[in-house]
Structure formats: C-alpha cells, structure tokens
C-alpha cells in the first residue's frame, strides 16, 4: 500500500511514534437500516467490471496550475461562511420548508404525522429571533443539517413507490467535521442552531457545534490544507470514538507542528484549537490538497465510491447522487455545490438538452472528459468515467431504473453503468432511461 497514493504531498510522514490525545485512523461507518435496502442488479451491474481503474488510463493529467487554480477557489468557496455578516436569506427560502406542515406526511411506520408537531415545530425554530447572534461558528464532528429542529423523520407515503425510507424530508445535508458556519440563532429549547454553510442551511444540533473568535479563525484559516483520501475513517479521543470522518474532508495543517487542526468547544461554547496526529502504519489515509489528478489517484479515490448505499442528503453517514460527485472532486481541489441542479452549473457546461439518444452519445464521447466532466439530468448527477465498447460510462449513486408501471428497479447503491442502465429489461421505460433525459455537460 506505500506506493499506492502519488499526492503533492503525502502527510502520513508527519506522524510520530507518540500518539496524540486525539488520533485519525482507519474506521467502518456505522452499520445501520440503510444497509439492508434492495440493491438489485441489472445487466450493466454484471457485464461491466465495478472497477474505475480501467477508465483512468483515458483521464488526461491536470496541470499542477490548473490544480492550484481550481484549489485557491475551493478554500474560498470553503470559507465562505466567515466571510458575511449576515445569513443572506430571502424569506421564502428562509421558511420554505413549512411546506410539509400543509402536506400529508408520514413517519417511517406509515402512520401520519400530525399537524399538532408542525406546530410545536415551527414554534421551536424560534425565527422571531433570525440572526439574533450572526456569529461564525464550526462543526466539531460528522452531523447533518436538518429542515426542522428536530431529529424526526418525514417521508411522504411510503407506501408509494420512490418515497418512504431512505427520503427523508427533514434530511437536508450532512455536514463534515472541520466545516465553517454562519450561525443565525438557536431554537426556542436551545438544542439546535440554525446554521448556513457554504454550501446549505438548516438546523445542526449545538452539541455538535461551536462559535469561533478571531484568534481561532486566523489560526485555522491559515492557507495550509490536507485532505482524507480514505473514506470512512474514525477519530479517537484518548481512545473514545469522537467522530467518523468521510473522504473528502478538509483539515488545516499546523506550520510548526505539522498536526491537523480540529475544534473542541470549551466552557463558553467557543472553539479552541485541538491537534491531531496519525498512527504510523495509517498511511495514504491524508494528503496535502490537492493531490495529483493522475491515473492512480483517481482509481485509489473513485474506487473507495462503489457500493456505498444511496442515502439521501448524506442519511445515515452515507452519500445520495451528489455527495458521491462533490466527494470525488474535493482531494483534487475542486470544489462542487451541495445538489445536482448547483453541481450542473459548477463547472463548463455543454447543453445536450433536446438532442435524440444518438446525437447525445456522440456529443458526450466528443466533448465530455474522462473523469473530469459530470453528466446532468434533473434530480440526479453522475461522474463521467470514458468510452467503453462505444458507449458512455458512468459512476453514480443511483436509487433505480424506472419501471413502465411507475415503480422502480432499485439500484440503492453507487454503480458503474452505461447511461442506458435496464435497457435489456422489457418493463423498462424507455423515455426514462438516463440516455433520454440527459440535459447537460460540465467539464473541469
């Protein structure tokens, strides 16, 4: 495994033989619910080996300035929610999600979700005192952002096909530990903060969270970044689980020590800086950002994606559609938006919206770039992988293939497929398959 990973920098040398209080290392996300889904199979799933390495001897190599370009933008981008003063909110899209109060709802059991805990809930988000604090803020583990202040689950009929667990409505995002936030104002039982990052807002639990003074801004914001490049990684504090770490998160680096920087709240609710190191034999597990975009990495990267079940918004420590994309692109210092309609304007995009199936291949084989471009339809993102026996591969996290009856084949998982995935099903609908709805391009 030493010679598996060719980063810019690798930072696994700056470990010592002492461990730290506080230790990155290898983990396994938490088993749960979402493990048990359908995860079915369609001839792509058996014909095509789930394997990116093939693919990334078709990438073409960035150059280490169209890297650092790409990298300067992210940390920006990253820091964003130090930079305002404000949430920046309009009043629909601070309140949008009272929506579901109007609506049937359900719980995961089927039975409905009563008006009377929209009321308690509305009443809880506190929005009479909106920015009453607009302070930045941090998050000190893996956590999400939530619609409402609450842990509940909201599903519409799961009863229905394409509804029911795993979309669950009051899942807005996760949110990775190392995140910086603008903190608005907290709920009325003052468990809960209502939050913007750079890339989503919501309610994240004040446990999981902290503000942040200036000093600790100037220290952790200090132009010096590594990132995970191994996927569901565990960090210990004196030995006790702190928090999982996915692939893709960010850690400033210290100039004297060379230990990653993390948050631990103190008395007063702020941030002081903590230090972390790495076990000697935990290699290739962190990297200086952004590591070369080569054949190796990529392949080392994409790979850790494969068969991690669907999980919308990042439900239950896993990824939907455009988590996978976002996640992907970050060791390279790329830097994507939250949902596949952002991630669809995040970079060059070439409109392919109205061409027949034919005409869309070719313009994809033509103009899209190994492991560089996202293919786009509304609702769903996917990595553009290259050319296989002439036709258009493709890495995404797929719920399913949609069915003439309105059901769904359900996929449930990250899969490498063609962009006609269940073409060789006669109960396929034809109209549906991703070659048919596919509206967009995106290069980097």
């Avoid at 010679?3 to 996300?29: C, H, K, M, Q, W």
């Avoid at 003063?85 to 309009?90: D, H, I, R």
Wanted: with cysteine.
């Amino acid at each position: 495994m030493k010679n598996i990973i060719l980063s810019i920098s690798l930072l696994s040398l700056l470990s010592t033989s002492v461990y730290a209080d506080t230790i990155l290392t290898f983990g396994e996300r938490r088993n749960s619910d979402i493990d048990y889904m359908p995860a079915k199979q369609i001839a792509d799933t058996t014909n095509i080996v789930q394997d990116t390495t093939p693919f990334t001897k078709q990438i073409t190599p960035m150059s280490r300035e169209e890297q650092l370009y790409y990298d300067s933008q992210y940390n920006q981008k990253y820091f964003e929610p130090w930079d305002i003063t404000s949430m920046e909110l309009t009043e629909v899209e601070k309140t949008w999600q009272f929506k579901y109060a109007r609506e049937k709802t359900y719980n995961r059991d089927g039975s409905r979700i009563p008006k009377s805990w929209y009321k308690y809930a509305i009443k809880n988000s506190n929005f009479n005192n909106y920015e009453s604090i607009d302070k930045p803020g941090i998050t000190l583990k893996h956590t999400n952002l939530k619609l409402y202040p609450s842990l509940k689950e909201i599903y519409y009929n799961p009863n229905r096909t394409g509804e029911g667990f795993p979309f669950d409505y009051n899942q807005n995002s996760a949110v990775y530990i190392n995140t910086p936030l603008f903190v608005s104002h907290y709920s009325l039982d003052k468990k809960w903060a209502y939050v913007k990052t750079s890339y989503a807002f919501g309610w994240i639990k004040v446990s999981d969270m902290a503000l942040v003074d200036s000093d600790f801004q100037n220290s952790f914001r200090n132009d010096k970044y590594a990132v995970t490049i191994k996927d569901n990684l565990q960090l210990l504090d004196d030995g006790v689980y702190l928090s999982l770490v996915k692939l893709g998160t960010i850690f400033p680096v210290d100039p004297t020590t060379k230990k990653y920087l993390i948050a631990k709240k103190n008395a007063n609710g702020y941030a002081n800086i903590a230090k972390v190191n790495v076990h000697d034999n935990d290699i290739n597990i962190i990297a200086y950002k952004p590591i070369k975009f080569n054949a190796k990495n990529v392949a080392y990267i994409s790979n850790q994606l494969v068969g991690e079940p669907y999980g919308w918004g990042g439900k239950m420590e896993t990824r939907d559609c455009s988590a996978l994309t976002r996640d992907f692109f970050a060791p390279f210092g790329i830097y994507l938006r939250r949902n596949s309609r952002q991630q669809a304007q995040d970079g060059d995009a070439i409109s392919i919206r109205g061409l027949d199936a034919q005409t869309k291949k070719a313009t994809i084989l033509a103009n899209a770039k190994p492991c560089r471009s996202l293919l786009c339809v509304p609702g769903h993102i996917m990595l553009y992988l290259g050319e296989h026996k002439g036709e258009p591969i493709i890495l995404h996290n797929y719920w399913g293939v949609r069915l003439n009856n309105g059901k769904k084949r359900v996929m449930g998982r990250a899969i490498i497929s063609t962009t006609k995935p269940g073409a060789e099903r006669s109960d396929v609908r034809k109209k549906s398959m991703l070659i048919n709805t596919l509206t967009g391009i995106v290069n980097f």
